[in-house]
């Protein structure tokens, strides 16, 4: 099953918004609303930001939001900060052959 | 606060068994709105679902990875496992486990909540 995907890299100023897109198939995001956002520091584990394309975890900053339209699934960072600069993967739940397929991750980098 | 911790050898011979625990505290792994899983990310590269468990036992693999995979669930330890079998060096990679929320889960449901801080394992020849 293939990757979820995702542009490289994505850079913005501190203060700006960036949005990083996420995009599949109707297998999987398109045909979802189980798309998750995840965030991922050097050495470290994963982050849950985002979770059923909209929501956000209890202590996740509501600069953090999620969308979808048809297969590409959106992430935007608001008024991006220093410590916004990770890298970030998508998921999504899938009908195809493995229930979980995950983007190929792009990394955030703050100017 | 729920933690979750993998342990095993950070390095594995070709063609031999790679075996991962990963430990849950601050929740019990019993847990009928939650699957355990497992999850891989090779150097420089994306995240690969390879399976999840229930509690009662219940699997869910990944197809490219069944014939090698074994997943199992100790509820008196509070911990799970992974067994690769037969690795190369295309299984080398940090090793995650993960908590998914069900569909009975109150809040967070099919993403990935809780993550351990991984594992590097290494394949060598």
């Known amino acids: 099953q293939s990757a979820l995907t995702q542009p490289a890299s994505v850079s913005g100023s501190p203060g700006q918004s960036i949005t990083i897109s996420c995009t599949g198939t109707s297998s999987d995001v398109g045909g979802s609303n189980y798309v998750s956002w995840y965030q991922q520091h050097p050495g470290k584990g994963p982050r849950l930001m985002i979770y059923e394309v909209t929501n956000r975890p209890s202590g996740v900053s509501t600069r953090f939001s999620g969308s979808k339209s048809a297969n590409t699934a959106s992430l935007t960072i608001s008024g991006l900060q220093a410590e916004d600069e990770a890298d970030y993967f998508c998921s999504s739940y899938s009908t195809s052959s493995t229930p979980y397929v995950f983007g190929t991750g792009t990394k955030v980098t703050v100017l | 606060q729920l933690q979750l911790q993998e342990s095993g050898p950070g390095l594995v011979k070709s063609s031999e068994t790679l075996s991962l625990t990963c430990t849950v505290s601050g929740g019990s792994i019993s847990s009928s709105s939650h699957y355990w899983a497992w999850i891989r990310q090779p150097p420089g590269k994306g995240l690969e679902w390879i399976g999840m468990i229930y509690y009662s036992g219940t699997v869910f693999d990944n197809p490219s990875l069944k014939s090698r995979l074994t997943i199992s669930v100790d509820t008196s330890k509070n911990q799970f496992s992974l067994k690769l079998s037969s690795v190369t060096a295309a299984d080398t990679a940090v090793y995650y486990c993960?908590?998914?929320?069900?569909?009975?889960?109150?809040?967070?449901?099919?993403?990935?909540?809780?993550w351990g801080q991984g594992t590097l394992v290494t394949v060598s020849s």
């Open positions: 993960a908590r998914l929320g069900g569909l009975l889960a109150a809040s967070i449901k099919r993403a990935f909540d809780n």
